[in-house]
């Protein structure tokens, strides 16, 4: 499987190349004889608004809290001084504790009567959470550890940041953590940015640091692995 | 530190854009999104991480999956954001339509499309934007729809008056519509602004310009299409989205 993906990267390098031998204004929508291959929509900032369209009651509760066998993880998002960023949006998706990777409808079902948001159903697992960060740059999250990867897919928005970022959040001592690819292909410090510090049973601590620096007391941060997926 | 004119930032923007020809020339590939540093853009200082992006190429990846929605998530008003309020929003109505599209060109159905925008004002309905221009009672400015098979999306709006802001003296946003879109794969995930044509706006703002590619750039502009607007109502324009998305999000025969 990953000779077939590499040998796709393979042609779509040889293709870029080709194409801007011929006619680099066209870059704008490349075209190739075998899958027409449009040029993507740029991305831009989240900006500082988007608060009272994008987060939804609810949207950080997976499970409903309090609910068995409910993981909780909380963390918050920090600058390149170390400050907490109070404007972030996370997005995460995640397997099903049962390792199904469908998702479900249902994260933001509406209330037909009021047009408000009526919550999810308390029983369908969607898999997908989206939450602010508050002012003190904290998150939370209520949910199921996932099954078959042992990482919840992170995707961040923020003012300030003109393209989102992914990555990841391994919760430590879930099975097959240990032997997942990324990990492994980490040094120890950088690896150390994508794992969940346990902190009880149940509850983990993810803080996601857009730059390394120092902190007040001259220790060392490490800048959260960001993911690119090619 | 005295805070910077618009001529200093003309002056960093014309620096990067002088950057990304030379790299061009060099044989580099287009610069599809905008660069996470950009200097011009102060509040993406301390916010962009400064090590390289980690490569993933794991056909099992969680990220070649995503989240799905469905009729429950959406209201069938929610996508008229001049009918969310008893009267109607003050402004010059306007229709948005477009398509959204993974590289191979297919269609993108069923799936969550979230706007939100400033009033005709330029005033947002956040407690944080404190631009003292009107807010409207019957705007609030945040929809979304669901995709059709096609791929389609709709949405009946006022245009949103440009803003200022306070990344340099005398800084104004483009008049622009806030964008969330999801593709079929998490690793498609985008969210953008659309910006209105002509906009005199444009050379001036670093948001927009931090996308130092003129024809990547120009795909953030909608076009106006007559045949859009609807007789004694709205004006219309489209605006196409298309979603990024790892090499094996294009292929015909992923799942
Ligand atoms: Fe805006």
Not at chain 1, 97 to 109: E, H, I, Q, T
Not at chain 2, 3 to 20: L, N, V
Not at chain 2, 154 to 162: D, I, L, Q, R
Request: negative net charge; contains cysteine.
């Amino acid at each position: 499987m990953t000779d077939l993906t590499t040998a796709v990267d393979a042609v779509a390098a040889d293709d870029a190349k080709a194409e801007n031998a011929e006619n680099a204004a066209k870059a704008a929508t490349a075209v190739t004889a075998a899958t027409p291959r449009l040029a993507p929509t740029p991305a831009q900032t989240v900006g500082p608004f988007f608060g009272y369209a994008l987060p939804f009651p609810g949207g950080g509760d997976l499970v409903p809290p309090g609910h068995p066998g409910a993981v909780t993880l909380h963390g918050r998002v920090l600058d390149g001084a170390g400050t907490p960023i109070p404007d972030a949006l996370l997005e995460f998706w995640q397997a099903g504790p049962d390792g199904s990777r469908l998702g479900a409808p249902g994260s933001m079902r509406r209330d037909e009567t009021t047009g408000g948001f009526a919550g999810r159903d308390g029983v369908t697992f969607t898999g997908f959470a989206r939450v602010a960060t508050d002012a003190d740059g904290r998150y939370a999250l209520r949910t199921f550890a996932p099954a078959g990867v042992p990482y919840l897919s992170v995707c961040l928005f923020a003012r300030g940041l003109l393209h989102h970022l992914f990555s990841r959040a391994y919760l430590t001592g879930e099975p097959g953590y240990a032997e997942d690819a990324l990990l492994a292909s980490l040094p120890p410090a950088r690896r150390a940015t994508l794992e969940t510090v346990r902190e009880r049973d149940g509850v983990h601590r993810f803080d996601i640091r857009l730059q390394g620096g120092e902190d007040a007391d001259g220790g060392r941060y490490e800048e959260t692995v960001f993911l690119d997926f090619a | 530190m005295t805070a910077p004119t618009q001529a200093d930032i003309d002056r960093e923007m014309r620096a990067a854009g002088d950057a990304y020809a030379g790299r061009r020339a060099a044989g580099s590939a287009p610069g599809e999104h905008p660069a996470r540093d950009y200097p011009p853009y102060r509040s993406s200082e301390l916010r962009h991480p400064r090590q390289p992006l980690t490569v993933v190429q794991d056909p099992d990846a969680m990220e070649l999956s995503g989240p799905v929605f469905g009729a429950a998530d959406v209201t069938a008003l929610d996508a008229d954001l001049t009918a969310h309020h008893i009267g109607e929003p003050l402004g010059e109505r306007i229709t948005v339509q477009g398509r959204v599209l993974d590289r191979a060109g297919r269609p993108v159905a069923g799936q969550l499309v979230e706007v939100w925008q400033a009033n005709a004002a330029g005033r947002y309905a956040h407690r944080r934007d404190r631009h003292p221009a009107p807010l409207d009672p019957n705007f609030t400015g945040a929809g979304r729809c669901l995709t059709d098979d096609q791929g389609r999306y709709a949405f009946t709006t006022v245009k949103p008056g440009p803003y200022p802001w306070r990344n340099h003296v005398n800084a104004w946003r483009p008049a622009h519509i806030h964008f969330s879109v999801f593709g079929t794969a998490f690793a498609q995930r985008v969210v953008t602004q659309m910006y209105f044509p002509g906009d005199p706006l444009f050379a001036y703002d670093p948001i927009l310009q931090s996308v130092t590619d003129e024809a990547a750039r120009g795909r953030l502009v909608a076009s106006y299409d007559h045949g859009l607007s609807v007789p004694e109502f709205s004006l219309g324009y489209r605006w196409d989205i298309v979603l990024d998305g790892p090499a094996a999000t294009w292929t015909e025969d992923t799942p």
